[in-house]
């Protein structure tokens, strides 16, 4: 409980606690996060980062253990995130991803990280960028995201990663299911895992099928068939990322992606803030409460809120958002 | 203070050590701490002392939880608190469970091992334990008729 103060110097020290402490403050969107974000400022390199997502069951947690196993043996340094579904009645989860991963437990060049979807302030898009910058200011070449595609969580994850693997399975009419879903708009490349299993070929037809009624794109999805329990097909998965990486980058798509997460994050970052701003001045201003509460419709209060924290000069004498120090005050400009 | 930030759940890395090889009670388990609206962090079978430490840093757990029913709880369970000390992080509260007769459960706890809890044990009262060890900021505390 002593480690606030020394939040930076425990995170430059190389010890995993001062990560894992970083990410979850990240994750509760905690001030001294943001403080530590800014100190570590040139330091947030970006690694690599692919996402893997799909239904449950389809052996997402063991192709990613079978991923992290080969990049480990070409000496890369590999962070993982997984994300499971909360319980919608309770808040709680069970994060069963590492089970998958046991092979990895004592290996200093592997970080796993296991967290539930819900209860992120701001989305769980948020702190899952800014745990990314900070596995990559730590020193990992390669982060890795696992969700679970049965809810919004894929969608925001795949908006973090560079290339996002859609993880199928033979004969479980997932394909089908997962393209309906949507889930086909995200996917850089298919996998379809569990290759031992007849029906294999049949899936990985559909797959070709679906993608040929498609718009002829720039970038064709391959289709990589594994058996993750084995690591069949992983060098090939691996391979199938680095050809999307080089597509990014020669169609200037990267670029583009790489600057529409920026402007996403600052507008995201933006929201956050305005959001217990205003829920800050809601609680503080009664009269404002009661003027809301009278009116029944939140567009005034809205306004009034809005013009009292952007305008310059604007009297507001309340203190200015944790963390966020002086240059968040408007009167400066 | 008004916060609407959503509280973090409690994170609870729930392991088996020692050889022997089911699951099903730890399971059970895991299910009413999730219910309880806990994150539970299951790492799976024949986890070293080792191994469940380094897991609680990685993700950051405030709690332990280990369930062992080989007889080796004299060496496992101190083991995993000598672990914890040697990484700096005696601050993560570790419970077990598993058949120890009550002079072991009073020496382990001498030792730093939070609480035991043997079989036939309601979940209930592994919740009702970790709420009071563990108290949300505003939450009623549960009654102490269950200990
Ligand atoms: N037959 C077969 N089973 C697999 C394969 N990959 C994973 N599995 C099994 O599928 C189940 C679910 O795997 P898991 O990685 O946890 O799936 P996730 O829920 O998508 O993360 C486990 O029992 C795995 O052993 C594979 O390539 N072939
Ligand atoms: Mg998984």
Known sequence: MNGRRDLVAEFRSGNVRGLARAITLVEQRDPSARRLLTALGGELRRPRV????GAPGTGKSTLVDALVALLRRRDRTVAVIAVDPNSPYSGGAILGDRIRMQGHALDPGVYIRSMGARGH????????????????????????????????????????????????TPGSGDGVQ???????????????????LPG?????????????LGPKLEWRPPIVTTVAATGEGVEELLEAFERHREHLERSGEGRRRAEARLKDEAADLVAEWARAEARRLLDEDRELAARLLR??????????????????GAVDRSSPPAGRGEEARPERS | ???????????????????????????????????????????????????VVEAALQEDAQVIGLSLHSGAHMTLFPAVIEELKRREAEDIVVFGGGIIPDEDIAELKRMG????????????DIVDWLRRRFPEPGAPAPSAASS
């Not at chain 1, 294999?200 to 040929?212: F, P």
């Not at chain 2, 091992?113 to 079989?119: L, M």
């Open chain 1, 200 to 212: 294999a070929q049949r899936t990985v037809q559909e797959v070709r099928n679906l993608l040929s």
């Open chain 1, 295 to 312: 009116d029944r419709v939140p567009y005034a209060a809205a306004d009034e809120i809005l013009t009292r924290r952007l305008t310059p």
């Open chain 2, 1 to 51: 203070m008004a916060s609407h930030a959503p509280v973090k759940p409690l994170r609870i890395v729930l392991a088996k050590v020692g050889l022997d090889g089911h699951d099903r009670g730890v399971k059970v388990v895991a299910r009413a701490l999730r219910d309880a609206g806990y994150e539970v962090i299951y790492t799976g079978l024949r986890q070293t002392p080792e191994m």
């Open chain 1, 121 to 168: 302030l701001g989305g769980l898009s948020v702190a899952t960028r800014e745990a990314v910058r900070l596995l990559g200011a730590f020193g990992f070449q390669h982060v890795i995201l696992e969700t679970v595609g049965v809810g919004q969580s894929e969608l925001e994850v795949a908006a973090i990663a560079d290339s996002t693997a859609v993880v199928l």
């Open chain 1, 50 to 53: 692919v996402g893997f997502t």
């Open chain 2, 113 to 124: 091992v939070a609480e035991i809890f043997t079989p036939g044990t309601p979940l209930q």
């Open chain 1, 178 to 196: 997962m393209i309906k879903a949507g889930i086909m708009e995200i996917a850089d490349v298919f996998v379809v895992n569990k290759a031992d």
